[in-house]
Protein backbone atom coordinates (compact mmCIF):
# COMPACT_ATOMS: atom_id res chain seq x y z
CA UNK A 1 0.00 0.00 0.00
CA UNK A 2 1.21 3.10 -1.41
CA UNK A 3 0.99 6.33 1.39
CA UNK A 4 -0.45 9.27 0.22
CA UNK A 5 1.34 12.10 0.98
CA UNK A 6 0.77 15.82 0.11
CA UNK A 7 4.16 17.48 -0.87
CA UNK A 8 5.11 20.92 -1.11
CA UNK A 9 8.28 21.89 -2.28
CA UNK A 10 8.28 25.22 -1.32
CA UNK A 11 10.49 27.77 -3.07
CA UNK A 12 14.02 28.95 -2.45
CA UNK A 13 16.15 25.93 -0.94
CA UNK A 14 12.98 23.81 -0.59
CA UNK A 15 12.29 22.06 -3.78
CA UNK A 16 16.07 20.83 -3.80
CA UNK A 17 16.06 19.63 -0.58
CA UNK A 18 12.58 18.28 -1.08
CA UNK A 19 14.07 16.11 -3.69
CA UNK A 20 17.15 14.99 -1.96
CA UNK A 21 14.58 14.00 0.85
CA UNK A 22 11.94 12.26 -1.66
CA UNK A 23 15.56 10.23 -2.29
CA UNK A 24 15.73 8.96 1.19
CA UNK A 25 12.25 8.32 2.00
CA UNK A 26 11.94 6.33 -1.30
CA UNK A 27 15.06 4.69 -0.19
CA UNK A 28 13.28 2.53 2.67
CA UNK A 29 11.23 0.30 0.12
CA UNK A 30 8.00 1.75 1.34
CA UNK A 31 5.55 3.57 -1.32
CA UNK A 32 4.59 7.23 -1.39
CA UNK A 33 1.65 8.43 -3.59
CA UNK A 34 3.06 11.91 -3.53
CA UNK A 35 0.47 14.83 -4.28
CA UNK A 36 2.71 17.92 -5.31
CA UNK A 37 1.22 20.70 -4.27
CA UNK A 38 2.38 24.49 -4.36
CA UNK A 39 2.77 27.14 -1.53
CA UNK A 40 5.27 30.54 -1.13
CA UNK A 41 6.21 32.19 -3.70
CA UNK A 42 5.32 30.59 -6.84
CA UNK A 43 1.74 30.28 -5.62
CA UNK A 44 1.96 33.78 -4.81
CA UNK A 45 2.79 34.44 -9.04
CA UNK A 46 0.59 31.15 -10.37
CA UNK A 47 -2.35 31.29 -8.20
CA UNK A 48 -2.72 35.29 -6.82
CA UNK A 49 -2.26 33.43 -2.94
CA UNK A 50 0.85 31.90 -1.45
CA UNK A 51 -1.58 29.65 0.21
CA UNK A 52 -3.95 27.66 -2.84
CA UNK A 53 -7.34 26.42 -1.50
CA UNK A 54 -5.89 23.12 -3.17
CA UNK A 55 -3.08 22.93 -1.05
CA UNK A 56 -5.41 23.29 2.19
CA UNK A 57 -7.94 20.45 0.49
CA UNK A 58 -4.59 18.17 -0.17
CA UNK A 59 -3.42 17.65 3.63
CA UNK A 60 -7.29 17.37 4.69
CA UNK A 61 -7.34 15.18 1.88
CA UNK A 62 -4.05 12.70 2.71
CA UNK A 63 -4.01 13.51 6.71
CA UNK A 64 0.15 14.20 6.23
CA UNK A 65 1.81 16.46 4.22
CA UNK A 66 5.87 17.08 4.13
CA UNK A 67 6.78 20.74 3.42
CA UNK A 68 10.24 22.77 2.16
CA UNK A 69 10.93 26.24 3.52
CA UNK A 70 8.64 29.46 2.23
CA UNK A 71 9.69 32.89 2.36
CA UNK A 72 7.27 34.98 3.17
CA UNK A 73 6.56 37.47 1.01
CA UNK A 74 7.09 41.25 2.54
CA UNK A 75 4.38 44.06 2.45
CA UNK A 76 1.08 42.43 0.96
CA UNK A 77 -0.65 41.47 4.03
CA UNK A 78 -0.27 38.02 4.23
CA UNK A 79 1.55 37.15 7.73
CA UNK A 80 3.32 33.64 6.58
CA UNK A 81 1.92 30.49 5.62
CA UNK A 82 3.28 28.47 7.95
CA UNK A 83 1.22 30.64 10.15
CA UNK A 84 -1.94 30.08 7.91
CA UNK A 85 -1.17 26.31 7.71
CA UNK A 86 -1.32 26.45 11.68
CA UNK A 87 -4.68 27.77 12.02
CA UNK A 88 -6.56 26.39 8.99
CA UNK A 89 -5.52 22.91 9.56
CA UNK A 90 -5.75 23.07 13.58
CA UNK A 91 -2.28 21.97 13.97
CA UNK A 92 -1.99 23.27 17.57
CA UNK A 93 1.12 21.05 18.64
CA UNK A 94 4.42 22.06 17.33
CA UNK A 95 6.91 19.41 17.50
CA UNK A 96 10.73 20.03 17.79
CA UNK A 97 13.50 17.01 19.21
CA UNK A 98 17.12 18.26 19.32
CA UNK A 99 19.07 15.19 19.60
CA UNK A 100 23.48 16.30 19.28
CA UNK A 101 25.04 14.00 16.16
CA UNK A 102 28.93 13.63 16.50
CA UNK A 103 29.85 15.33 12.98
CA UNK A 104 28.25 18.24 13.73
CA UNK A 105 30.07 20.84 15.25
CA UNK A 106 28.43 22.05 18.78
CA UNK A 107 29.30 22.66 22.32
CA UNK A 108 27.52 20.15 23.90
CA UNK A 109 26.99 16.15 23.72
CA UNK A 110 24.47 13.70 24.52
CA UNK A 111 21.41 16.18 24.02
CA UNK A 112 18.56 14.22 23.01
CA UNK A 113 15.41 16.48 24.04
CA UNK A 114 11.84 17.14 22.52
CA UNK A 115 10.02 20.77 22.84
CA UNK A 116 6.16 20.46 22.59
CA UNK A 117 5.36 23.97 21.87
CA UNK A 118 1.40 25.05 21.83
CA UNK A 119 0.69 26.76 18.44
CA UNK A 120 -2.79 28.50 18.70
CA UNK A 121 -3.14 30.71 21.33
CA UNK A 122 -0.56 33.04 23.93
CA UNK A 123 0.76 36.48 22.46
CA UNK A 124 0.51 34.33 18.96
CA UNK A 125 -3.09 35.16 18.48
CA UNK A 126 -2.41 38.19 16.88
CA UNK A 127 -5.02 40.47 19.39
CA UNK A 128 -2.59 43.64 19.15
CA UNK A 129 -3.72 47.53 19.75
CA UNK A 130 -1.52 50.43 18.46
CA UNK A 131 -0.10 52.66 20.91
CA UNK A 132 -2.35 55.90 20.50
CA UNK A 133 -5.37 54.56 18.44
CA UNK A 134 -9.10 55.53 19.56
CA UNK A 135 -9.62 51.60 20.33
CA UNK A 136 -6.10 51.12 22.06
CA UNK A 137 -7.55 54.15 24.53
CA UNK A 138 -11.04 52.19 24.83
CA UNK A 139 -9.14 49.63 25.48
CA UNK A 140 -7.14 50.71 28.39
CA UNK A 141 -9.93 52.59 29.61
CA UNK A 142 -11.91 49.69 30.17
CA UNK A 143 -8.48 47.27 31.93
CA UNK A 144 -7.97 50.71 34.07
CA UNK A 145 -11.50 50.14 35.39
CA UNK A 146 -11.86 46.24 35.80
CA UNK A 147 -8.45 46.19 36.79
CA UNK A 148 -7.84 48.99 39.30
CA UNK A 149 -4.33 49.33 37.59
CA UNK A 150 -3.50 52.22 36.05
CA UNK A 151 -1.91 51.55 32.12
CA UNK A 152 -0.61 54.65 30.57
CA UNK A 153 -2.56 55.59 27.99
CA UNK A 154 1.14 55.86 25.84
CA UNK A 155 0.98 52.30 25.92
CA UNK A 156 0.61 49.41 23.36
CA UNK A 157 -1.17 46.36 24.27
CA UNK A 158 -0.77 42.65 23.18
CA UNK A 159 -3.21 40.04 24.89
CA UNK A 160 -1.83 36.57 25.70
CA UNK A 161 -5.74 34.57 26.44
CA UNK A 162 -5.15 30.71 27.81
CA UNK A 163 -8.40 28.60 27.56
CA UNK A 164 -8.65 25.00 29.66
CA UNK A 165 -8.86 23.18 26.09
CA UNK A 166 -5.89 24.65 24.63
CA UNK A 167 -3.57 24.02 27.83
CA UNK A 168 -5.16 20.77 28.10
CA UNK A 169 -4.91 19.27 24.41
CA UNK A 170 -1.40 20.02 24.47
CA UNK A 171 0.26 18.49 28.04
CA UNK A 172 -2.44 15.26 26.47
CA UNK A 173 -0.30 15.68 23.34
CA UNK A 174 3.03 15.36 25.12
CA UNK A 175 2.01 12.58 27.49
CA UNK A 176 0.91 10.61 24.63
CA UNK A 177 4.38 11.80 22.08
CA UNK A 178 5.96 9.85 25.40
CA UNK A 179 4.33 7.08 26.11
CA UNK A 180 4.28 6.09 22.05
CA UNK A 181 7.97 7.02 22.01
CA UNK A 182 9.02 5.67 24.71
CA UNK A 183 10.19 9.04 26.87
CA UNK A 184 10.49 8.74 30.44
CA UNK A 185 9.59 12.36 31.43
CA UNK A 186 7.49 15.48 31.08
CA UNK A 187 8.38 19.18 31.92
CA UNK A 188 6.05 21.51 31.82
CA UNK A 189 7.68 25.18 31.62
CA UNK A 190 6.12 28.66 32.67
CA UNK A 191 5.78 31.42 34.60
CA UNK A 192 2.67 31.05 37.01
CA UNK A 193 4.22 32.87 39.47
CA UNK A 194 3.81 36.09 37.90
CA UNK A 195 1.14 35.52 35.31
CA UNK A 196 -1.81 33.57 37.54
CA UNK A 197 -4.22 33.04 35.19
CA UNK A 198 -2.70 32.39 32.31
CA UNK A 199 0.41 30.55 33.05
CA UNK A 200 -1.21 29.31 36.19
CA UNK A 201 -4.05 27.95 34.19
CA UNK A 202 -1.29 26.33 32.44
CA UNK A 203 0.27 24.74 35.17
CA UNK A 204 -2.80 23.91 36.91
CA UNK A 205 -3.95 21.59 34.28
CA UNK A 206 -0.75 19.81 33.36
CA UNK A 207 -0.86 18.85 36.66
CA UNK A 208 -4.08 17.66 36.51
CA UNK A 209 -3.54 15.56 33.10
CA UNK A 210 0.10 14.55 34.35
CA UNK A 211 -2.35 12.14 37.19
CA UNK A 212 -3.62 10.62 33.89
CA UNK A 213 0.20 9.01 32.87
CA UNK A 214 1.55 7.58 36.18
CA UNK A 215 4.12 6.02 34.21
CA UNK A 216 5.85 9.01 32.70
CA UNK A 217 7.39 11.21 35.16
CA UNK A 218 6.33 14.66 35.73
CA UNK A 219 8.11 18.19 36.98
CA UNK A 220 7.52 21.41 36.08
CA UNK A 221 9.83 24.51 36.13
CA UNK A 222 10.05 28.43 35.28
CA UNK A 223 11.07 29.58 32.23
CA UNK A 224 13.73 31.79 33.24
CA UNK A 225 15.58 28.80 35.23
CA UNK A 226 14.79 26.37 32.53
CA UNK A 227 16.63 28.67 30.20
CA UNK A 228 19.52 28.17 32.57
CA UNK A 229 18.92 24.26 33.19
CA UNK A 230 19.09 23.19 29.59
CA UNK A 231 21.85 25.25 29.05
CA UNK A 232 23.73 24.07 32.35
CA UNK A 233 22.45 20.56 32.57
CA UNK A 234 20.59 19.52 29.55
CA UNK A 235 21.09 15.67 30.36
CA UNK A 236 18.45 16.20 32.78
CA UNK A 237 15.60 16.55 30.79
CA UNK A 238 13.39 14.54 28.37
CA UNK A 239 10.38 16.27 26.95
CA UNK A 240 9.48 19.89 27.55
CA UNK A 241 6.08 21.11 27.35
CA UNK A 242 5.45 24.57 26.29
CA UNK A 243 3.13 27.78 25.66
CA UNK A 244 3.57 29.47 22.58
CA UNK A 245 5.97 32.00 23.30
CA UNK A 246 7.94 30.16 25.49
CA UNK A 247 8.52 27.47 23.19
CA UNK A 248 9.01 29.57 20.17
CA UNK A 249 12.14 30.81 21.92
CA UNK A 250 12.99 27.39 23.67
CA UNK A 251 12.96 25.41 20.59
CA UNK A 252 15.17 27.78 18.89
CA UNK A 253 17.63 27.26 21.95
CA UNK A 254 17.68 23.64 21.98
CA UNK A 255 18.30 23.74 18.18
CA UNK A 256 21.24 25.92 19.10
CA UNK A 257 22.18 23.61 21.63
CA UNK A 258 22.29 20.76 18.88
CA UNK A 259 24.14 22.78 15.88
CA UNK A 260 21.41 24.99 14.35
CA UNK A 261 19.42 25.16 11.39
CA UNK A 262 20.93 22.56 9.35
CA UNK A 263 19.81 19.58 11.06
CA UNK A 264 17.11 20.30 13.24
CA UNK A 265 13.47 18.57 12.23
CA UNK A 266 10.22 19.89 13.07
CA UNK A 267 6.40 19.13 12.66
CA UNK A 268 3.04 20.70 13.21
CA UNK A 269 -0.41 17.85 14.13
CA UNK A 270 -3.31 18.09 14.81
CA UNK A 271 -5.83 16.23 15.57
CA UNK A 272 -7.25 15.54 11.89
CA UNK A 273 -4.11 16.23 10.11
CA UNK A 274 0.00 16.49 10.79
CA UNK A 275 2.34 19.05 8.40
CA UNK A 276 5.80 17.94 8.50
CA UNK A 277 8.46 20.85 7.88
CA UNK A 278 12.65 21.63 8.81
CA UNK A 279 12.57 24.71 11.16
CA UNK A 280 14.66 26.34 8.91
CA UNK A 281 13.84 28.89 6.19
CA UNK A 282 14.46 29.36 2.31
CA UNK A 283 17.69 30.78 2.26
CA UNK A 284 16.81 32.33 -0.91
CA UNK A 285 20.86 33.75 -1.46
CA UNK A 286 21.96 29.64 -1.97
CA UNK A 287 18.43 28.62 -3.74
CA UNK A 288 19.23 26.45 -6.77
CA UNK A 289 23.04 25.88 -5.94
CA UNK A 290 22.44 22.60 -5.08
CA UNK A 291 24.51 23.16 -1.83
CA UNK A 292 22.36 23.27 1.22
CA UNK A 293 22.45 20.59 3.74
CA UNK A 294 19.15 18.34 3.51
CA UNK A 295 19.48 16.90 6.79
CA UNK A 296 16.85 18.64 8.50
CA UNK A 297 14.46 18.13 6.34
CA UNK A 298 15.95 14.39 5.73
CA UNK A 299 15.06 14.04 9.49
CA UNK A 300 11.89 16.01 9.35
CA UNK A 301 10.95 12.85 7.03
CA UNK A 302 11.92 10.52 9.13
CA UNK A 303 9.72 12.26 11.88
CA UNK A 304 6.88 11.48 9.35
CA UNK A 305 7.38 7.73 9.04
CA UNK A 306 7.78 7.52 12.83
CA UNK A 307 4.16 9.23 12.76
CA UNK A 308 2.62 6.99 9.84
CA UNK A 309 3.60 3.75 12.12
CA UNK A 310 6.96 3.36 10.25
CA UNK A 311 9.49 3.21 12.79
CA UNK A 312 11.74 0.60 11.57
CA UNK A 313 12.06 2.64 8.25
CA UNK A 314 12.18 5.83 10.44
CA UNK A 315 15.31 4.29 12.50
CA UNK A 316 17.35 3.31 9.47
CA UNK A 317 16.83 6.78 8.13
CA UNK A 318 18.50 8.36 11.09
CA UNK A 319 20.67 5.98 11.55
CA UNK A 320 22.25 6.51 7.70
CA UNK A 321 22.06 10.01 8.40
CA UNK A 322 24.13 9.73 11.62
CA UNK A 323 26.56 7.61 9.73
CA UNK A 324 27.25 9.82 7.12
CA UNK A 325 27.78 12.77 9.10
CA UNK A 326 29.98 11.11 11.31
CA UNK A 327 32.35 10.20 8.79
CA UNK A 328 32.20 12.94 7.17
CA UNK A 329 32.84 12.51 3.34
CA UNK A 330 29.72 13.22 1.96
CA UNK A 331 28.21 16.02 3.52
CA UNK A 332 27.51 19.57 2.73
CA UNK A 333 29.79 22.57 3.15
CA UNK A 334 28.23 23.66 6.84
CA UNK A 335 29.07 20.11 8.35
CA UNK A 336 32.65 19.17 6.34
CA UNK A 337 36.00 19.41 7.60
CA UNK A 338 37.38 19.06 4.47
CA UNK A 339 35.95 18.51 1.09
CA UNK A 340 31.95 18.91 0.98
CA UNK A 341 29.69 17.89 -1.55
CA UNK A 342 26.53 18.68 -2.60
CA UNK A 343 22.52 18.73 -1.64
CA UNK A 344 21.75 15.69 -4.13
CA UNK A 345 25.04 13.67 -3.04
CA UNK A 346 25.02 14.01 0.50
CA UNK A 347 21.52 12.20 0.07
CA UNK A 348 22.34 10.18 -2.11
CA UNK A 349 24.68 8.71 0.10
CA UNK A 350 22.48 8.70 2.68
CA UNK A 351 19.70 6.78 0.39
CA UNK A 352 22.73 4.06 -0.24
CA UNK A 353 22.93 3.02 3.55
CA UNK A 354 19.11 3.30 4.08
CA UNK A 355 18.90 0.50 1.46
CA UNK A 356 21.29 -1.17 2.68
P1 LIG B 1 16.89 30.90 6.77
O1 LIG B 1 16.77 29.72 7.66
O2 LIG B 1 16.28 30.79 5.42
O3 LIG B 1 18.44 31.20 6.50
C1 LIG B 1 19.35 31.73 7.41
C2 LIG B 1 20.74 31.19 7.10
O4 LIG B 1 20.85 29.89 7.68
C3 LIG B 1 21.01 30.96 5.62
O5 LIG B 1 21.48 32.10 4.97
C4 LIG B 1 22.04 29.86 5.66
O6 LIG B 1 23.31 30.42 5.92
C5 LIG B 1 21.60 29.04 6.86
N1 LIG B 1 20.79 27.88 6.48
C6 LIG B 1 19.45 27.74 6.55
N2 LIG B 1 19.07 26.53 6.16
C7 LIG B 1 20.19 25.87 5.82
C8 LIG B 1 20.48 24.56 5.33
N3 LIG B 1 19.51 23.67 5.10
N4 LIG B 1 21.77 24.24 5.08
C9 LIG B 1 22.76 25.10 5.29
N5 LIG B 1 22.57 26.35 5.76
C10 LIG B 1 21.31 26.73 6.02
O7 LIG B 1 16.33 32.18 7.57
P2 LIG B 1 15.96 33.64 7.05
O8 LIG B 1 17.03 34.13 6.12
O9 LIG B 1 15.65 34.39 8.29
O10 LIG B 1 14.60 33.47 6.25
C11 LIG B 1 14.49 33.40 4.81
C12 LIG B 1 13.02 33.24 4.45
O11 LIG B 1 12.52 32.00 4.97
C13 LIG B 1 12.10 34.32 5.05
O12 LIG B 1 11.15 34.71 4.06
C14 LIG B 1 11.40 33.61 6.20
O13 LIG B 1 10.13 34.14 6.48
C15 LIG B 1 11.30 32.20 5.67
N6 LIG B 1 11.18 31.16 6.69
C16 LIG B 1 10.39 30.10 6.39
C17 LIG B 1 10.26 29.05 7.29
C18 LIG B 1 9.39 27.89 6.90
O14 LIG B 1 8.87 27.88 5.79
N7 LIG B 1 9.21 26.91 7.73
C19 LIG B 1 10.95 29.06 8.51
C20 LIG B 1 11.79 30.15 8.79
C21 LIG B 1 11.89 31.20 7.87
Not at 52 to 63: D, H
Not at 190 to 217: C, S, W
Amino acid sequence: MAYAVTLIPGDGIGPELTRAMVTVLEATGLQFDWDQQEAGIDALTNFGTPLPEATLASVRRTGVGIKGPTTTPVGIGFRSVNVALRLSLDLYANLRPARTMTGVKSRFENIDLVVVRENTEDLYCGIEFERGQPETLTVIEALNRASGKQISPTAGISIKPFTPAACERIVRFAFEYSRKNNRKKVTAVHKANIMKFTDGLYLEVARQVALDYPDIAFEDRIVDNMCMQLVQKPELYDVLVLPNLYGDIISDLTAGLIGGLGVAPGANLGDNCALFEAIHGSAPKYAGQDKVNPTALILTGALMLRHLGETEAAERVETAVAEVIREGKAVTYDLARGQSVGTQAMAQAIAQRVQG
